[in-house]
């Protein structure tokens, strides 16, 4: 529950930041006090993009452990650890960001320098989340062990693989923050590399999106079955499909690099191969969710071509906000298609159009799926009851983010085809042609933003609700049961060893030459660049 606070306060102080983004956007707005919107964009990437998300993932990844294979006093102090470790970095980080010295936006590119101790807390943050994966890796070997010749459940198998992905990614992220940005911006190095920094950082940003993912597709597989009064489709299949998940994020990176000239077209061709056998997983995904849609209906006598589909609990939060949530990533993983492609991505690069896909994805998909967890799980975790009301309030939460997001991310698309740049405060481009093209779209855009807002403002507002006032009672923990004829699920798939020797062995492949080949022909490493630029 404590994890659950900060996500939902970041979520209220980004929301805020958003907004004014919108505004600013619209050219009809200037922040006041002479307050930088490069700043206030930090903030809303910071906090949303790496606060909200791994405070809240951490904290769902402990209850579910918790509920399947049991936590220990000892664990659960070492996880307090973890916790006060991660909030003692955040605060740091959010400090400096709030005094103005670190406006890098979240993914921090060199040779754009912050104050040393917006990365020294980013690192603590890392180091907090490491050990929270390591007390749930420690609470399913204590399981294993005490259950001889048992299968791991499989949420617990799946927290298990969601840690390793998190723990080997970030390995990428600690080392540029450790070994070039700290002693860099404390003035030990003079210069930095700047694209082996940016390789490191996709090394673990691109995995960081599955991390925001996996935990949805959890509560995919194994909570929304016993939601709508079904059964797990498959075992064997969610598993293997997180397996697949492991091995295809990590090798990737390259694909957010399309256009850096320093890395070699090969090894981005072929991690562009990698990037798309991603593919195979996320279907296997939406054929399991419907397939587990379409059994439960036709078991309860909904027959015909789409009977079945009448029968689903529409006015359940709990199934429609993630159901939402899943409806979106239809057009959002269209839309990451066409990112990952190089050809096509020279079109969209760096335009607002990215920022369109990924307000779809993480901010529909994974946030609208994660409402839907909070709706049973903050009232299960404080002793308190989902009623009536709050259920309806959320089904208008769920509406307004569609419209908000709908209208918002739809202009940002149309924009950045148009080629509207990303993360750029409101410009005309000394009266450029192509602006007016695209201008009109940023009202459109300032006028989802608004209505997105609304929806954070209502969905704080259920929270308090479910946290603090709701009534007292006993809230359903939903994890769905496997068939009774279900298939046994092979023995093979608790082989460690194998899957991270297969995931070990093509990250190696896949960075290894390209890796040696940037460090050996790297132009000159630069020097730090302070925000607002000119203060070197
Ligand atoms: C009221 C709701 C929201 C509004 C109005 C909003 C608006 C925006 C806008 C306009 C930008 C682009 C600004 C630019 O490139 O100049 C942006 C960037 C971003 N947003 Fe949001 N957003 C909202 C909610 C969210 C949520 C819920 C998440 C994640 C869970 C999120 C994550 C991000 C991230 C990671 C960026 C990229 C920042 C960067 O490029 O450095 N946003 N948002
Ligand atoms: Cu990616």
Same mark, same amino acid.
């Given at each position: 529950?404590?994890?659950?606070?900060?996500?939902?306060?970041?979520?209220?102080?980004?929301?805020?930041?958003?907004?004014?983004?919108?505004?600013?956007?619209?050219?009809?707005?200037?922040?006041?006090?002479?307050?930088?919107?490069?700043?206030? $964009?930090?903030?809303?990437?910071? =906090?949303?993009? @790496? #606060?909200?998300? &791994?405070? *809240?993932?951490?904290?769902? +990844?402990?209850?579910?452990?918790?509920?399947?294979?049991?936590?220990?006093?000892?664990?659960?102090?070492?996880?307090?650890?973890?916790?006060?470790?991660?909030?003692?970095?955040?605060?740091?980080?959010?400090?400096?960001?709030?005094?103005?010295?670190?406006?890098?936006?979240?993914?921090?590119?060199?040779?754009?320098?912050?104050?040393?101790?917006?990365?020294?807390?980013?690192?603590?943050?890392?180091?907090?989340?490491?050990?929270?994966?390591?007390?749930?890796?420690?609470?399913?070997?204590?399981?294993?062990?005490?259950?001889?010749?048992?299968?791991?459940?499989?949420?617990?198998?799946?927290?298990?693989?969601?840690?390793?992905?998190?723990?080997?990614?970030?390995?990428?992220?600690?080392?540029?923050?450790?070994?070039?940005?700290?002693?860099?911006? $404390?003035?030990?190095?003079?210069? =930095?590399?700047? @694209? #082996?920094?940016? &390789?490191? *950082?996709?090394?673990?940003? +691109?995995?960081?999106?599955?991390?925001?993912?996996?935990?949805?597709?959890?509560?995919?597989?194994?909570?929304?079955?016993?939601?709508?009064?079904?059964?797990?489709?498959?075992?064997?299949?969610?598993?293997?499909?997180?397996?697949?998940?492991?091995?295809?994020?990590?090798?990737?990176?390259?694909?957010?690099?399309?256009?850096?000239?320093?890395?070699?077209?090969?090894?981005?061709?072929?991690?562009?191969?990698?990037?798309?056998?991603?593919?195979?997983?996320?279907?296997?995904?939406?054929?399991?969710?419907?397939?587990?849609?379409?059994?439960?209906?036709?078991?309860?006598?909904?027959?015909?071509?789409?009977?079945?589909?009448?029968?689903?609990?529409?006015?359940?939060?709990?199934?429609?906000?993630?159901?939402?949530?899943?409806?979106?990533?239809?057009?959002?993983?269209?839309?990451?298609?066409?990112?990952?492609?190089?050809?096509?991505?020279?079109?969209?690069?760096?335009?607002?159009?990215?920022?369109?896909?990924?307000?779809?994805?993480?901010?529909?998909?994974?946030?609208?799926?994660?409402?839907?967890?909070?709706?049973?799980?903050?009232?299960?975790?404080?002793?308190?009851?989902?009623?009536?009301?709050?259920?309806?309030?959320?089904?208008?939460?769920?509406?307004?983010?569609?419209?908000?997001?709908?209208?918002?991310?739809?202009?940002?698309?149309?924009?950045?085809?148009?080629?509207?740049?990303?993360?750029?405060?409101?410009?005309?481009?000394?009266?450029?042609?192509?602006?007016?093209?695209?201008?009109?779209?940023?009202?459109?855009?300032?006028?989802?933003?608004?209505?997105?807002?609304?929806?954070?403002?209502?969905?704080?507002?259920?929270?308090?609700?479910?946290?603090?006032?709701?009534?007292?009672?006993?809230?359903?923990?939903?994890?769905?049961?496997?068939?009774?004829?279900?298939?046994?699920?092979?023995?093979?798939?608790?082989?460690?060893?194998?899957?991270?020797?297969?995931?070990?062995?093509?990250?190696?492949?896949?960075?290894?030459?390209?890796?040696?080949?940037?460090?050996?022909?790297?132009?000159?490493?630069?020097?730090?660049?302070?925000?607002?630029?000119?203060?070197?």
């Amino acid at each position: 529950m404590s994890f659950i606070y900060v996500a939902f306060i970041s979520l209220f102080i980004g929301g805020l930041m958003g907004l004014l983004q919108v505004f600013v956007r619209s050219g009809r707005f200037t922040l006041p006090w002479g307050i930088d919107y490069y700043q206030v $964009l930090t903030v809303h990437g910071v =906090i949303l993009g @790496l #606060v909200l998300t &791994t405070y *809240f993932i951490i904290g769902f +990844h402990f209850s579910l452990m918790g509920k399947t294979v049991g936590i220990s006093d000892k664990q659960r102090k070492v996880a307090w650890l973890a916790f006060w470790v991660m909030v003692i970095g955040t605060v740091m980080t959010a400090v400096t960001i709030l005094l103005g010295k670190a406006s890098v936006l979240y993914t921090f590119y060199a040779p754009l320098k912050a104050h040393p101790v917006f990365y020294i807390g980013l690192a603590l943050v890392v180091v907090g989340s490491w050990v929270a994966g390591f007390v749930n890796w420690r609470q399913v070997y204590l399981w294993k062990k005490a259950h001889p010749g048992e299968k791991t459940p499989l949420l617990a198998f799946m927290v298990t693989i969601n840690t390793l992905l998190w723990f080997i990614a970030s390995l990428g992220v600690a080392a540029t923050v450790l070994i070039q940005f700290i002693p860099w911006s $404390l003035g030990y190095a003079e210069t =930095i590399n700047v @694209l #082996v920094s940016r &390789t490191l *950082f996709w090394y673990f940003g +691109h995995p960081l999106v599955y991390f925001w993912l996996l935990p949805a597709y959890m509560a995919w597989y194994a909570v929304i079955p016993k939601i709508i009064g079904g059964k797990i489709f498959s075992d064997s299949l969610a598993r293997m499909s997180f397996v697949l998940f492991l091995f295809f994020s990590i090798p990737v990176g390259f694909h957010h690099q399309l256009v850096e000239p320093g890395i070699d077209a090969t090894w981005k061709f072929i991690q562009v191969v990698l990037t798309f056998m991603v593919a195979i997983p996320s279907l296997m995904t939406a054929f399991s969710m419907f397939a587990t849609f379409e059994i439960t209906g036709r078991r309860k006598g909904f027959g015909g071509l789409f009977g079945w589909f009448k029968h689903l609990p529409w006015k359940d939060v709990r199934f429609f906000a993630p159901f939402v949530g899943m409806l979106a990533f239809i057009p959002g993983g269209a839309g990451g298609l066409i990112n990952a492609s190089h050809q096509m991505n020279a079109v969209i690069h760096n335009t607002i159009w990215v920022t369109g896909h990924f307000h779809l994805t993480v901010a529909t998909t994974v946030m609208l799926t994660f409402f839907g967890i909070s709706y049973w799980l903050i009232p299960h975790l404080t002793g308190r009851t989902l009623t009536k009301k709050i259920n309806k309030l959320g089904i208008i939460q769920t509406i307004v983010w569609t419209i908000g997001m709908t209208i918002m991310s739809g202009a940002m698309h149309i924009q950045g085809l148009l080629g509207a740049p990303r993360r750029s405060s409101y410009s005309e481009y000394g009266g450029g042609e192509q602006v007016t093209e695209w201008i009109g779209y940023q009202m459109a855009q300032a006028i989802g933003g608004t209505i997105l807002f609304i929806g954070i403002i209502l969905m704080v507002y259920i929270f308090v609700k479910l946290a603090f006032f709701a009534p007292k009672g006993e809230e359903e923990f939903p994890i769905a049961e496997e068939e009774e004829d279900a298939e046994p699920t092979p023995k093979w798939f608790e082989n460690w060893k194998l899957w991270i020797g297969i995931t070990v062995a093509l990250i190696l492949f896949a960075y290894t030459i390209p890796f040696v080949d940037i460090i050996q022909n790297s132009p000159p490493g630069s020097v730090p660049f302070d925000w607002p630029i000119g203060n070197n």
